[in-house]
T-cell receptor
């Protein structure tokens, strides 16, 4: 299994749709998980951390499934401005951010 | 405003030349990082530094060098030994013990002609 794997997409959805991305990781002992958003030709920015109990921030919900070793990001009521690439990031081996592994990203395109 | 500044934003270089990318932060962060991103790829770690005068190799350090003489600054040199240097380079920093949110600069896009 690749260390951190995401479906590259693109996911093309209409405005108002609900869309979900999954990300699998290879090390069952991984402790920290994040979703970053990256706009075209820009730097990544933290969207949300992923907590064991799941967490929600407005239209965005992140969940962790340790048994199956994946995290998910759910976006409800998609907006045009949600169009971006979503990067799954996992601290695979613990310790400092030097152990962060980035997925290749899932591209989302929200259409009118 | 606090943040990370990378320069130059765009850089063109001839084969065989070394080039240094600047990264400066005024966030008072201890840890700083250099990543490389190729089209359609995730970020790959080149070097990172958790404290002044100390740094560690990441996954793809060959052909690169760094220094960390000041807390605010973490320049990256792309040497002529780097076989495929054309890429988007991102500098980041984080506070605490290096376990918090990564703050990125706007990136430097290097093209080797």
């Amino acid at each position: 299994r690749k260390e951190v794997e995401q479906d590259p997409g693109p996911f093309n959805v209409p405005e108002g749709a609900t869309v979900a991305f999954n990300c699998t990781y290879s090390n069952s002992a991984s402790q920290s998980f994040f979703w970053y958003r990256q706009d075209c030709r820009k730097e990544p920015k933290l969207l949300m951390s992923v907590y064991s109990s799941g967490n929600e921030d407005g239209r965005f919900t992140a969940q962790l499934n340790r048994a199956s070793q994946y995290i998910s990001l759910l976006i409800r009521d998609s907006k045009l401005s949600d169009s971006a690439t979503y990067l799954c990031v996992v601290n695979l081996y613990g310790g400092s951010q030097g152990n962060l592994i980035f997925g290749k990203g899932t591209k989302l395109s929200v259409k009118p | 405003d606090g943040g990370i500044t990378q320069s130059p934003k765009y850089l063109f270089r001839k084969e065989g030349q070394n080039v240094t990318l600047s990264c400066e932060q005024n966030l008072n962060h201890d840890a700083m990082y250099w990543y490389r991103q190729d089209p359609g790829q995730g970020l790959r770690l080149i070097y990172y530094s958790q404290i002044v005068n100390d740094f560690q190799k990441g996954d793809i350090a060959e052909g690169y060098s760094v220094s960390r003489e000041k807390k605010e600054s973490f320049p990256l040199t792309v040497t002529s030994a780097q076989k495929n240097p054309t890429a988007f380079y991102l500098c980041a920093s984080t506070g605490g013990q290096g376990t918090g949110e990564l703050f990125f600069g706007e990136g430097s896009r290097l093209t080797v002609l």
